[in-house]
């Protein structure tokens, strides 16, 4: 079975500076997806980013960018220049390619500093 | 965009009663919709996978009587808390996968059941 370890049940940033949110999963398939969703206290699962297992080049979306280690098993998100508004709890998520369903971590709980 | 819906977004029902949960996939069809459940501050936990017009496959578990799930149409699935009691209260989301893709999935707003 697969399973998505985060380490950090929280962490915290200053406002404006950059925070790394680590990941690492288990898994024997060749053909997934890796994903990085954001829960705000509304409780409203937001995609943040995804990642193709097939595709080398790191997924960047704006200020939100993943470093993933595929023989590593690992894909760690990177928030730049954080602001007030990324405070929520971060999830990430591994899916077996055309299976649909998703492996979530447990969770990491960023706080951002003024 | 994508939109899922829940409703309703919040229900208080006394022990022993039976609550339904809809999640309405608004702007795509879905041939496949998920039921989570989530405690305070914990993971999502998955239920149960829900597959248009033929039965749920459930997660190890989780009581197949006591969640009841239909999946009656391309944009409607129903999770139906059977003779709920107060360990059923939690937070429960839906989240649906659109047809003809194979790794998006979105998710509704939640539903927050209380059983008193």
């Known amino acids: 079975a697969q399973t998505v370890t985060q380490s950090q049940p929280e962490m915290s940033v200053q406002e404006a500076e950059t925070v790394t949110l680590s990941c690492t999963y288990d898994t024997s398939e060749s053909d997934y997806y890796l994903f990085w969703y954001k829960q705000p206290p509304s409780r409203q699962m937001i995609l943040v980013i995804r990642q193709e297992a097939y595709k080398q080049q790191n997924a960047t979306e704006n200020r939100f960018s993943v470093n993933f280690q595929k023989a590593a098993k690992s894909f760690s998100l990177k928030i730049s220049d954080s602001q007030l508004g990324d405070a929520a709890m971060y999830f990430c998520?591994?899916?077996?390619?055309?299976?649909?369903?998703?492996?979530f971590g447990d969770g990491t709980t960023l706080t951002v500093k003024p | 965009g994508a939109v899922v819906s829940q409703h309703p977004s919040w229900v208080i029902c006394k022990s022993g009663t039976s609550v339904k949960i809809e999640c309405r996939s608004l702007?795509?069809?879905?041939?496949?919709m998920f039921w989570y459940r989530q405690f305070p501050k914990q993971s999502l936990m998955l239920m149960a996978t829900s597959n248009e017009g033929s039965k749920a496959t459930y997660e190890q578990g989780v009581e197949k009587d006591k969640f009841l799930i239909n999946h009656a149409s391309l944009t409607l699935s129903t999770l139906t808390v059977t003779s709920a009691h107060p360990e059923d209260s939690s937070f429960y989301i839906c989240s649906a996968q659109r047809q003809g893709s194979s790794y998006e999935q979105y998710f509704g707003p939640g539903t927050r059941l209380t059983v008193t």
């Open positions: 998520a591994y899916r077996r390619g055309n299976a649909g369903k998703s492996t």
């Open positions: 702007d795509f069809q879905a041939t496949t």
